[in-house]
T-cell receptor, first 116, second 117 residues
Framework: ETGVTQTPRHLVMGMTNKKSLKCEQH?????MYWYKQSAKKPLELMFV???????ENNSVPSRFSPECPNSSHLFLHLHTLQPEDSALYLC???????????????FGPGTRLTVL | AQKVTQAQTEISVVEKEDVTLDCVYE???????LFWYKQPPSGELVFLIR??????QNEISGRYSWNFQKSTSSFNFTITASQVVDSAVYFC??????????????FGRGTQLTVWP
């Protein structure tokens, strides 16, 4: 089983749809992350979870709603998105979260989201 | 403030050529970590290496080598005898080890490497 998996790999949705992105890590890590990667922009950290508790939320619009039911799973619920939200959404995990120590983050393959 | 600069936006080489990807970083911290990730067309960021600020020894892993120089705040990545499968976007990243941003990754904008057969 690969370390960090994400589903779906591709998603096309309308502005009025509600969808969810799923991430699962098989590394026994305690921290999980959502990043957004837009064309020609640096990777943007969106959310950080440590042991199922959100520890960071970087001014992300409320139309993005994360959920971490356990330390292995992370969701990103999407609703009423805008076309500018089209991007690659990457999930990552690390043994420990930020503010504890620096741990290597391992990334999933991403979900390519297109908002029409 | 933490900052990573990858000045080379795109590099094209022919197979078997050596290629160096530049990374310059800025930080006021004395303890920090530097990373390189590879992002092939499939999208996943693949972890390549992590170095801490106290270890300036250069590292070699197969065709990959890294040159860490604190005097110039650089952490350059060289691929020897490049192959088509090396084509990807390569990201350099920095993380510091204290304060309110402890453990956060600061990424450069990436360098698109294309290796032609």
């Amino acid at each position: 089983e690969t370390g960090v998996t994400q589903t779906p790999r591709h998603l096309v949705m309308g502005m009025t749809n509600k969808k969810s992105l799923k991430c699962e890590q098989h590394l026994g890590h305690n921290a999980m992350y959502w990043y957004k990667q837009s064309a020609k922009k640096p990777l943007e950290l969106m959310f950080v979870y440590s042991l199922e508790e959100r520890v960071e939320n970087n001014s992300v619009p409320s139309r993005f709603s994360p959920e971490c039911p356990n330390s292995s799973h992370l969701f990103l619920h999407l609703h009423t998105l805008q076309p500018e939200d089209s991007a690659l959404y990457l999930c990552a995990s690390s043994q420990e979260p930020p503010l504890t120590r620096t741990d290597t983050q391992y990334f999933g393959p991403g979900t390519r989201l297109t908002v029409l | 403030a933490q900052k990573v600069t990858q000045a080379q936006t795109e590099i094209s080489v022919v197979e078997k050529e050596d290629v160096t990807l530049d990374c310059v970083y800025e930080t006021r911290d004395t303890t920090y970590y530097l990373f390189w990730y590879k992002q092939p067309p499939s999208g996943e960021l693949v972890f390549l290496i992590r170095r801490n600020s106290f270890d300036e020894q250069n590292e070699i892993s197969g065709r990959y080598s890294w040159n860490f120089q604190k005097s110039t705040s650089s952490f350059n990545f060289t691929i020897t005898a490049s192959q088509v499968v090396d084509s990807a976007v390569y990201f350099c990243a920095l993380s510091n080890d204290r304060g309110s941003t402890l453990g956060r990754l600061y990424f450069g904008r990436g360098t698109q490497l294309t290796v032609w057969p």
